[in-house]
């Protein structure tokens, strides 16, 4: 949600609830500033034709970064109104529903976006006020995102159902995986396809993941081919997962490598939903013992993007501390208890000793990839952006119970992103929304 449409909600709260929401979205029209117009009427909140011409202008931008073919006008546009409404419905859902943001929290997360901006807290009045912002309107702002991510996860999770059953065959296939695969570091390179692509744009992507696999196969680089063409988060690590066992690893890419050894490239691509991939085997290790599991003790620095903090911003912010502790100025501790976002910052970001399944795939597979004492790059995730240390590794026996409540959680996480899309799909479903025509 932007400052500016937070301004509007606050400006226009004391006028009364009680207008049906496309009346009350037009009272709060007079609000709008001169030349703008209310594209969309979200339940109690609206969207403006500068929200979505500003959104219209960061997906262009995405794209032209990331090299990808440029959606025409219409789609781009319809994207950015897309994704702005499904902001509105859920900002809207969580101030219903969600517990209340203590105040000593929120100003902690307040002081954060100071920190993270480089500005002291008069600095950050300041520069609020030279933006026309009011503070009250700028911390309600990250009220709204605080609670939108808790109803979030919570509602979420609910919606997740794990059997007996469903562990029972889950662990009977790692039986079966750590017998005969062990454990396996796969790099991949995605050349992505939009949604509803068409077929020359499919066309047009495969060509170019045919040429990228042609060019490793050739002998160039992998890591700098992934870093220079693919896709995803993990380009920054050369494409690579990290040493995991094959239950964790995406079911299409086991199949696609099986029998393949270390080293070794995939002789063709690999189509899933999200496109085209280019994958190798960077190492396999033999089979072992399914209660026999590697736990890792880590620490980590997490920051939210927001509306104040970018995801880049974030990632540069991290960046820097990274550096400070490398070079002796700091401590990873210090840094987590000044700058962290989540509950671990008071114990210097400590997460205590985890087995596999206990972090979302992204996490688990960075930190994975680091020796004892390592600290990563920073790691995006659904929860923000991370920078992780490794502090201990050990190998344990772990009990039936214990494995089983592992089962559970990887189960868990392999469901969430379509439980994920299935409540933001009823959530819209539900919610009012009225379309309003405007001129660009």
């Known amino acids: 949600m932007s400052i500016r449409s937070l301004n509007l909600f606050v400006a226009t709260l004391l006028m009364g609830l009680s207008l049906s929401p496309a009346a009350w979205a037009q009272q709060r029209a007079i609000d709008l500033k001169p030349g703008d117009y209310i594209a969309a009427v979200v339940n109690q909140d609206v969207v403006a034709a500068s929200e979505v011409v500003q959104r219209t202008m960061q997906l262009r931008e995405e794209a032209k970064r990331r090299g990808v073919s440029m959606p025409d006008p219409a789609a781009l546009h319809k994207q950015a109104m897309d994704a702005l409404i499904d902001d509105r419905v ?70 997740i159902r794990i059997t007996d059953g469903d562990i029972d065959t889950y662990l009977e296939q790692r039986k079966e995986q750590a017998n005969s695969t062990g454990q396996m570091n ?56 990290g040493l995991r066992p094959a239950d964790r690893l995406p079911d299409l890419f086991v199949q696609a490598v099986a029998g393949l050894k270390s080293g070794e490239l995939s002789p063709q691509l690999l189509r899933s939903g999200a496109g085209f991939h280019v994958l190798k085997v960077v190492e396999r290790q033999g089979g072992g013992s399914l209660t026999t599991v590697t736990q890792t003790h880590a620490r980590h620095v997490l920051l939210r993007p927001s509306a ?6 974030a990632t540069r912010r991290l ?16 840094v987590a208890r000044e700058n ?45 952006v991370h920078l992780i240390q490794v502090v ?37 479903s539900r919610a009012y929304v009225e379309m309003r025509e405007w001129l660009d």
């Not at 970001?349 to 688990?364: C, I, R, S, Y």
């Not at 214990?402 to 799909?425: I, S």
């Open 319 to 334: 960046a820097e501390f990274k550096r400070a502790i490398a070079s002796g100025n700091t401590s990873f501790e210090a």
């Open 340 to 384: 962290s976002e989540d509950g671990s910052a008071a114990e210097g970001g400590d997460l205590g000793w985890m087995g596999p399944g206990a972090f979302v795939p992204e996490f688990e597979a960075a930190m994975n990839a680091l020796p004892l004492g390592g600290i990563s790059d920073p790691v995006p995730s659904r929860f923000g």
């Open 90 to 159: 859920l900002v809207t859902h969580a101030r219903e529903t969600s517990g209340k943001v203590d105040e000593p929290e929120l100003d902690r997360v307040v002081s954060n976006v100071a920190a993270q901006n480089k500005l002291t807290m008069p600095q950050l009045l300041e520069r609020l006020k030279q933006d026309g912002t009011d503070f009250r309107t700028f911390r309600e702002n990250l009220r709204d995102q605080m609670m939108t991510e808790r109803v979030r996860e919570r509602e979420v999770q609910a919606r």
């Open 392 to 428: 201990e590794r050990r190998l344990v026996e772990v009990e039936m119970k214990a494995l089983r409540e592992q089962a559970k959680a990887a189960l868990r996480e392999g469901k969430y992103e379509e439980a994920y899309l299935e409540w933001v799909k009823d959530l819209r």
């Open 186 to 241: 796969l790099a991949h390179i995605l050349i992505k396809l939009p949604d509803g692509a068409s077929e020359a744009v499919v066309a047009e992507r495969k060509a170019r993941a045919e040429a990228v696999l042609a060019r490793a196969q050739a002998g160039d680089d992998f890591a700098k081919l992934a870093r220079e063409f693919s896709d995803d988060a993990t380009k920054e690590r050369g494409g690579e997962f």
């Open 308 to 313: 104040q903090l970018s995801a880049e911003v």
